[in-house]
């Protein structure tokens, strides 16, 4: 992140030799006021850049330092969008009479040319006769040369798993990380790599959350501090459970809904002034999820099946990280699209530990709308544990599932599929997510309509806020 | 960022590696991996590179937590050290194979570096120097106070004078001065020579 270095300033002053001109208004051009480079090239190829030391009379050992801070320099002023204005004459008003230390403290803003024009004069007059602040100068003015765009390389977020894969075979963890829970913690981290470099302007960014109440498409607006609260409270749910602190407090509500309405409305860290500390949302949050999965990992197998309350239902610890997993993909994917930046999907195990999740709640949830009057009648009243009509589901690069279609009792059987549904991942995530009406998902499809409808609504209803 | 983590946090960090504890590993992860495979790409220029570096470093940390001494600095320096080091070493390796494969028929695997050719001794240790110390400046200036840093941020890359940069930063004249003087003086520490032994500079426990 150098930046743009016009290298003018070849005209001096008469009455000021070796004073390099004043530094224009901050916003300007941004000019170093060096004065003794050349000229630009006339062809308008890239000025030299880079800082320049100051020069005292009659040193000639320092020329050899000179050259040194360019060859750090990177070309990156273009990437900022920022060009060198053209040179102007300078003329520096008269320095100010200024004590030695404070001449000394602004040496640090000199070197940055982030001096008023008559505190530079007065600074390169001083340097000419105070060794000990020129030589500092010198060191400052290098020092500048050093800074350098952080490289925002984002990580390859499968870098994560391949890291800590090579790691557990050198040596076997002793204490590992149980894989439904390795679900979430990978998932969490992609997420955390997509914010960590997110400006103050991002973090308001608005979100519209939207999801399938099971009747019709229905959303949330919010921004993405929100979301991430939003994300922090329903965890807080599996916290309580494994008895972690609960971000809400020990009377919150059990419901996701009510319990992020409730943050929403009441959390401090939402607050305009907390905007400017984007920390204080994305810290709390990523603290208690490596607290969730550290806790896990010291449970033991008989914290899997441990019931987690949602309010109107319950899942087992095991599915509810796979859960928590899906939902930070699919909220991610809110955040993304809001900041216009891509998200890819999961690792292909983690994404079929997903849909195998929701493979598992559909014949409940398909039971559950034809209750309510939702979705088709049973074609065929089978016996519980005997094979019934049966739909064939394929998501890319995750697998095959059978869904019963009759009742959930009923075993599914690849000989009595009436339909298939196949979707990519992208349609997948569309669907279960909510963002899509059910039946315009992006569905390969095959066989009973009516089967096929009732399973994409099935599908979408189980999307949530 | 968590730059300034209490040193509590480090020894409790050394304590569940050496238990064995993997969710501790993916916490030591997110926390350094951003750190240690830029500082390897700084000096290799090399994506892949980068990576396998990212992959060695924290393999050696799973292995060896034992290695880090909490007396000599923070668990943060200890892995830059431990970046800077193998990014160095690898950058060594990979100049050596293009040197004794100066057709770079491909068998050498470093990318971009391999592809240079032939180089002298000079120029190799001239590289390394200047990969050095560009890497340890990026790491001094992720690690300094965060005060520091975004009164550097807003006179260099913003561009405001010390005046608005004491504005925006709701702090005195005096105070932006100080901040802007100091965060260069641990910026130009990148430039001290390296030792022959020991960690190189500018990961020190001062930062």
Redesign the interface.
């Known amino acids: 992140m150098s930046r743009p270095d016009d290298g003018t300033g070849g005209t001096e002053p008469a009455e000021a030799p070796r004073i390099p001109p004043p530094r224009p208004a901050a916003e300007d051009s941004g000019r170093w006021p060096a004065h003794w480079h050349p000229a630009p090239p006339a062809d308008g190829a890239p000025p030299p850049r880079g800082p320049q030391e100051p020069r005292r009379p009659q040193e000639p050992h320092e020329q050899q330092e000179q050259q040194e801070p360019q060859e750090h320099q990177e070309p990156a002023a273009e990437s900022r969008g920022r060009l060198p204005a053209p040179p102007v004459p300078p003329v520096p008003p008269p320095a100010p009479q200024l004590s030695h230390a404070v001449l000394k403290s602004l040496l640090g803003a000199w070197a940055l040319a982030a001096c008023p024009p008559e505190e530079t004069a007065a600074v390169e007059a001083h340097l000419n006769h105070c060794n000990p602040c020129a030589d500092e100068a010198l060191r400052l003015r290098e020092a500048v040369g050093l800074l350098h765009t952080e490289q925002s390389l984002d990580l390859d977020p499968l870098l994560r798993s391949r890291v800590l894969a090579g790691c557990l075979g050198r040596r076997p963890a002793r204490i590992p990380v149980p894989d439904w829970a390795g679900v979430y913690d990978a998932e969490a981290a992609r997420l955390d790599a997509l914010l960590r470099d997110m400006g103050e302007a991002e973090w308001r960014a608005p979100v519209r959350l939207r999801w399938f109440d099971g009747r019709r498409q229905v959303g949330r607006d919010t921004t993405v501090a929100g979301v991430i609260g939003h994300l922090m409270v329903v965890d807080g749910i599996l916290a309580a459970s494994l008895g972690l602190p609960d971000p809400l407090g020990a009377d919150a509500p059990g419901d996701p809904e009510a319990r992020t309405e409730a943050y929403w409305h009441d959390g401090p860290e939402l607050s305009p002034e907390a905007a400017a500390e984007p920390e204080a949302v994305r810290e709390p949050w990523r603290e208690q999820g490596h607290a969730l999965v550290r806790t896990v990992s010291f449970a033991g197998r008989g914290a899997r099946m441990l019931p987690v309350p949602y309010g109107g239902f319950s899942l087992p610890l095991r599915d509810s990280f796979v859960d928590r997993a899906f939902e930070c993909w699919v909220h991610a994917g809110d955040i993304a699209e809001a900041i216009d930046y891509p998200y890819e999907p999961p690792a292909s195990a983690h994404l079929r530990r997903m849909v195998d999740l929701y493979a598992r709640l559909l014949p409940d949830a398909l039971a559950q709308r034809r209750r309510a009057g939702l979705a088709g009648p049973p074609r065929r009243l089978g016996t519980a544990g005997a094979p019934g009509r049966t739909l064939h589901l394929e998501v890319e690069g995750s697998g095959h599932w059978y869904i019963p279609l009759d009742s959930p009792a009923a075993l599914p059987s690849e000989a009595e599929t009436v339909a298939r549904i196949a979707l990519d991942r992208e349609a997948f995530y569309q669907l279960a997510a909510g963002h899509v009406p059910p039946e315009e998902a992006a569905a390969g499809q095959i066989g009973d309509p009516e089967a096929i409808r009732d399973v994409l609504f099935a599908t979408a209803s189980l999307s949530r806020m | 960022?968590?730059n300034d983590a209490p040193p509590r946090w480090d020894r409790r960090m050394q304590q569940r590696l050496a238990?064995?504890?993997?969710?501790?590993?993916?916490?030591l992860?997110?926390r350094f991996?951003?750190l240690v495979?830029?500082l390897a790409?700084?000096v290799l220029e090399d994506?892949e590179a980068a990576?396998r570096v990212?992959?060695e470093v924290?393999?050696y940390a799973?292995?060896n937590p034992g290695a880090y001494d909490p007396q000599q600095g923070s668990l943060r320096s200890w892995i830059a050290t431990l970046a800077h080091r193998q990014a160095v070493h690898r950058l060594r390796e990979a100049e050596a194979r293009a040197a004794a494969d100066p057709a770079g028929d491909g068998t050498a695997g470093e990318g971009a570096v391999a592809a240079r050719g032939r180089r002298t001794a000079e120029d190799i240790e001239e590289r390394i120097r200047?990969a050095s110390?560009?890497a340890r400046?990026?790491y001094i200036?992720?690690s300094m106070p965060a005060p520091l840093r975004a009164a550097?941020e807003l006179?260099?890359?913003d561009?405001?004078?010390?005046?608005?940069?004491a504005a925006e930063l709701g702090v005195t004249e005096?105070e932006?001065?100080?901040?802007?003087?100091?965060?260069?003086?641990l910026?130009?520490t990148?430039?001290a020579p390296l030792p022959e032994a020991g960690p190189p500079p500018g990961y020190g426990r001062a930062l």
Do not use: K
């Open positions: 960022m968590a238990r064995g504890e993997a969710a501790a590993l993916g916490e992860y997110d991996a951003s495979h830029n790409h700084r994506e990576d990212t992959r924290f393999g799973w292995e200047e110390v560009a400046a990026d200036v992720t550097l006179a260099y890359f561009r405001r004078d010390y005046r608005q940069t005096d932006a001065r100080r901040r802007l003087r100091l965060g260069l003086q910026l130009s990148a430039r």
